[in-house]
T-cell receptor
Framework: EAGVAQSPRYKIIEKRQSVAFWCNPI?????LYWYQQILGQGPKLLIQ????????DSQLPKDRFSAERLKGVDSTLKIQPAKLEDSAVYLC??????????FGPGTRLTVT | GQSLEQPSEVTAVEGAIVQINCTYQ??????LSWYQQHDGGAPTFLSY????GLEETGRFSSFLSRSDSYGYLLLQELQMKDSASYFC???????????FGDGTTLTVKP
Protein backbone atom coordinates (compact mmCIF):
# COMPACT_ATOMS: atom_id res chain seq x y z
CA GLU A 1 0.00 0.00 0.00
CA ALA A 2 1.46 3.36 -1.02
CA GLY A 3 1.85 5.90 1.75
CA VAL A 4 0.89 9.55 1.93
CA ALA A 5 2.76 11.52 -0.73
CA GLN A 6 3.79 15.14 -0.34
CA SER A 7 5.66 17.59 -2.49
CA PRO A 8 7.89 19.44 -2.52
CA ARG A 9 10.07 18.03 0.27
CA TYR A 10 11.92 21.28 0.80
CA LYS A 11 11.12 24.89 -0.05
CA ILE A 12 12.97 28.13 0.63
CA ILE A 13 11.16 31.41 -0.04
CA GLU A 14 11.47 35.03 0.99
CA LYS A 15 8.95 36.64 3.27
CA ARG A 16 5.88 38.02 1.51
CA GLN A 17 6.19 35.42 -1.25
CA SER A 18 3.60 32.71 -1.75
CA VAL A 19 4.03 28.93 -1.61
CA ALA A 20 1.87 25.87 -2.18
CA PHE A 21 2.16 22.33 -0.88
CA TRP A 22 0.54 19.25 -2.35
CA CYS A 23 -0.65 16.06 -0.67
CA ASN A 24 -1.96 12.78 -2.02
CA PRO A 25 -3.46 10.63 0.75
CA ILE A 26 -3.62 6.88 0.99
CA UNK A 27 -6.26 5.52 -1.36
CA UNK A 28 -9.61 5.10 0.36
CA UNK A 29 -8.83 7.41 3.28
CA UNK A 30 -11.69 9.87 3.56
CA UNK A 31 -10.10 12.07 6.22
CA LEU A 32 -7.17 14.31 5.42
CA TYR A 33 -5.27 16.58 7.82
CA TRP A 34 -2.72 19.35 7.42
CA TYR A 35 -0.41 20.00 10.37
CA GLN A 36 2.26 22.57 11.06
CA GLN A 37 5.21 21.33 13.11
CA ILE A 38 7.63 23.92 14.42
CA LEU A 39 11.02 22.62 15.55
CA GLY A 40 10.81 21.20 19.05
CA GLN A 41 7.02 21.15 19.14
CA GLY A 42 4.27 18.69 18.37
CA PRO A 43 2.21 18.82 15.19
CA LYS A 44 -0.48 21.50 15.31
CA LEU A 45 -3.62 20.86 13.28
CA LEU A 46 -4.31 23.49 10.67
CA ILE A 47 -7.25 21.94 8.86
CA GLN A 48 -9.12 18.64 8.69
CA UNK A 49 -11.15 17.47 5.70
CA UNK A 50 -13.73 14.70 5.54
CA UNK A 51 -13.94 13.86 1.83
CA UNK A 52 -14.00 17.36 0.32
CA UNK A 53 -15.71 19.09 3.25
CA UNK A 54 -13.94 20.99 6.04
CA UNK A 55 -14.42 19.44 9.49
CA UNK A 56 -12.16 21.77 11.46
CA ASP A 57 -10.12 24.81 10.48
CA SER A 58 -10.20 26.64 13.79
CA GLN A 59 -6.41 27.00 13.94
CA LEU A 60 -5.87 27.95 10.30
CA PRO A 61 -4.67 31.58 9.95
CA LYS A 62 -7.24 32.34 7.29
CA ASP A 63 -5.81 35.76 6.42
CA ARG A 64 -2.81 34.04 4.82
CA PHE A 65 -3.41 30.29 4.69
CA SER A 66 -5.89 28.47 2.47
CA ALA A 67 -6.48 24.82 1.70
CA GLU A 68 -8.67 22.86 -0.62
CA ARG A 69 -9.41 19.24 -1.33
CA LEU A 70 -11.05 19.01 -4.69
CA LYS A 71 -12.88 15.75 -5.51
CA GLY A 72 -12.12 14.47 -2.02
CA VAL A 73 -8.68 13.10 -2.88
CA ASP A 74 -5.62 15.34 -3.36
CA SER A 75 -5.21 18.48 -1.32
CA THR A 76 -3.20 21.69 -1.56
CA LEU A 77 -2.22 24.08 1.22
CA LYS A 78 -1.23 27.61 0.27
CA ILE A 79 0.44 30.41 2.19
CA GLN A 80 0.21 33.94 0.82
CA PRO A 81 2.04 36.04 1.89
CA ALA A 82 4.54 34.07 3.95
CA LYS A 83 5.99 35.36 7.20
CA LEU A 84 9.21 34.39 8.95
CA GLU A 85 7.24 32.55 11.63
CA ASP A 86 5.77 30.22 9.01
CA SER A 87 9.12 28.40 8.84
CA ALA A 88 8.18 24.85 9.86
CA VAL A 89 7.52 21.36 8.56
CA TYR A 90 4.09 21.00 7.00
CA LEU A 91 2.75 17.50 7.47
CA CYS A 92 -0.14 15.93 5.65
CA UNK A 93 -1.87 12.91 7.17
CA UNK A 94 -4.79 10.74 6.21
CA UNK A 95 -6.90 8.22 8.09
CA UNK A 96 -9.51 5.56 7.59
CA UNK A 97 -10.26 5.15 11.30
CA UNK A 98 -10.41 8.27 13.45
CA UNK A 99 -7.70 7.25 15.92
CA UNK A 100 -4.89 6.18 13.58
CA UNK A 101 -3.35 8.74 11.27
CA UNK A 102 -0.79 8.03 8.56
CA PHE A 103 1.63 10.87 7.98
CA GLY A 104 3.49 11.87 4.85
CA PRO A 105 7.20 12.82 4.87
CA GLY A 106 6.39 16.52 5.20
CA THR A 107 7.55 19.68 3.47
CA ARG A 108 10.25 21.65 5.23
CA LEU A 109 9.58 25.36 4.61
CA THR A 110 12.18 28.01 5.31
CA VAL A 111 11.11 31.64 5.05
CA THR A 112 14.01 34.12 4.87
CA GLY B 1 -8.20 25.30 26.32
CA GLN B 2 -6.29 22.19 25.42
CA SER B 3 -3.04 21.22 27.10
CA LEU B 4 -0.93 18.08 27.18
CA GLU B 5 2.16 17.67 29.31
CA GLN B 6 5.02 15.27 28.67
CA PRO B 7 8.60 15.27 29.92
CA SER B 8 10.84 16.92 27.35
CA GLU B 9 13.66 14.39 27.55
CA VAL B 10 14.27 10.87 28.83
CA THR B 11 17.50 8.86 28.70
CA ALA B 12 17.83 5.11 29.22
CA VAL B 13 20.24 2.29 28.38
CA GLU B 14 19.83 -0.49 25.88
CA GLY B 15 17.75 -3.36 27.25
CA ALA B 16 16.10 -1.26 29.93
CA ILE B 17 12.45 -0.28 30.39
CA VAL B 18 11.28 3.31 30.12
CA GLN B 19 7.94 4.97 30.83
CA ILE B 20 6.85 8.21 29.16
CA ASN B 21 4.00 9.97 30.93
CA CYS B 22 1.32 12.22 29.48
CA THR B 23 -1.22 14.28 31.39
CA TYR B 24 -3.92 16.18 29.59
CA GLN B 25 -6.58 18.82 30.00
CA UNK B 26 -8.88 18.99 27.00
CA UNK B 27 -12.43 20.10 26.43
CA UNK B 28 -13.38 16.72 24.99
CA UNK B 29 -11.89 13.25 25.24
CA UNK B 30 -12.39 10.29 22.97
CA UNK B 31 -9.01 8.61 23.26
CA LEU B 32 -5.24 8.89 23.66
CA SER B 33 -2.79 7.99 20.90
CA TRP B 34 0.97 7.66 20.84
CA TYR B 35 3.21 8.42 17.87
CA GLN B 36 6.93 7.93 17.28
CA GLN B 37 8.96 10.35 15.20
CA HIS B 38 12.60 9.86 14.24
CA ASP B 39 14.71 12.90 13.44
CA GLY B 40 13.69 14.23 10.04
CA GLY B 41 10.99 11.61 9.69
CA ALA B 42 7.22 11.48 9.78
CA PRO B 43 5.25 10.57 12.92
CA THR B 44 4.18 6.93 12.93
CA PHE B 45 1.27 5.54 14.92
CA LEU B 46 2.13 3.30 17.89
CA SER B 47 -1.01 2.76 19.96
CA TYR B 48 -4.43 4.03 20.98
CA UNK B 49 -6.41 3.83 24.23
CA UNK B 50 -10.06 4.78 24.44
CA UNK B 51 -10.82 2.92 27.65
CA UNK B 52 -8.97 2.63 30.96
CA GLY B 53 -6.31 -0.01 31.12
CA LEU B 54 -3.26 -1.36 29.38
CA GLU B 55 -2.86 -2.08 25.66
CA GLU B 56 0.13 -4.18 24.64
CA THR B 57 1.73 -4.27 21.20
CA GLY B 58 4.99 -6.17 21.19
CA ARG B 59 7.64 -4.29 23.14
CA PHE B 60 5.38 -1.26 23.50
CA SER B 61 2.45 -0.89 25.92
CA SER B 62 0.18 2.06 26.56
CA PHE B 63 -1.93 2.79 29.60
CA LEU B 64 -4.84 5.14 30.18
CA SER B 65 -6.65 6.39 33.28
CA ARG B 66 -9.53 8.64 32.20
CA SER B 67 -10.37 9.61 35.78
CA ASP B 68 -6.82 10.90 36.29
CA SER B 69 -6.50 12.41 32.76
CA TYR B 70 -3.26 10.47 32.51
CA GLY B 71 -1.60 7.97 30.30
CA TYR B 72 1.80 6.51 29.65
CA LEU B 73 3.78 4.70 27.02
CA LEU B 74 5.97 1.84 28.25
CA LEU B 75 8.88 0.71 26.10
CA GLN B 76 10.56 -2.57 27.06
CA GLU B 77 13.84 -4.16 25.98
CA LEU B 78 15.03 -0.83 24.64
CA GLN B 79 16.99 -0.84 21.41
CA MET B 80 19.16 1.91 19.91
CA LYS B 81 16.59 2.34 17.13
CA ASP B 82 14.03 3.42 19.76
CA SER B 83 15.88 6.74 20.08
CA ALA B 84 13.25 9.15 18.77
CA SER B 85 10.61 11.64 19.86
CA TYR B 86 7.37 10.27 21.26
CA PHE B 87 4.14 12.27 21.14
CA CYS B 88 0.92 11.71 22.98
CA UNK B 89 -2.19 13.02 21.23
CA UNK B 90 -5.70 13.38 22.56
CA UNK B 91 -8.59 12.79 20.21
CA UNK B 92 -10.83 15.55 21.45
CA UNK B 93 -13.74 15.45 19.04
CA UNK B 94 -15.89 12.65 17.68
CA UNK B 95 -14.78 13.65 14.19
CA UNK B 96 -11.21 12.66 14.99
CA UNK B 97 -9.45 15.97 15.58
CA UNK B 98 -6.37 15.38 17.71
CA UNK B 99 -4.27 17.70 19.84
CA PHE B 100 -0.62 16.69 20.16
CA GLY B 101 1.77 17.22 23.04
CA ASP B 102 5.21 18.72 22.43
CA GLY B 103 6.89 15.36 22.58
CA THR B 104 9.46 13.50 24.66
CA THR B 105 12.89 12.93 23.19
CA LEU B 106 14.11 9.47 24.16
CA THR B 107 17.83 8.78 23.95
CA VAL B 108 18.91 5.16 24.25
CA LYS B 109 22.56 4.68 25.22
CA PRO B 110 24.63 1.53 24.80
Amino acid sequence: EAGVAQSPRYKIIEKRQSVAFWCNPISGHATLYWYQQILGQGPKLLIQFQNNGVVDDSQLPKDRFSAERLKGVDSTLKIQPAKLEDSAVYLCASSFSVHEQYFGPGTRLTVT
Amino acid sequence: GQSLEQPSEVTAVEGAIVQINCTYQTSGFYGLSWYQQHDGGAPTFLSYNALDGLEETGRFSSFLSRSDSYGYLLLQELQMKDSASYFCAVRDTNAGKSTFGDGTTLTVKP
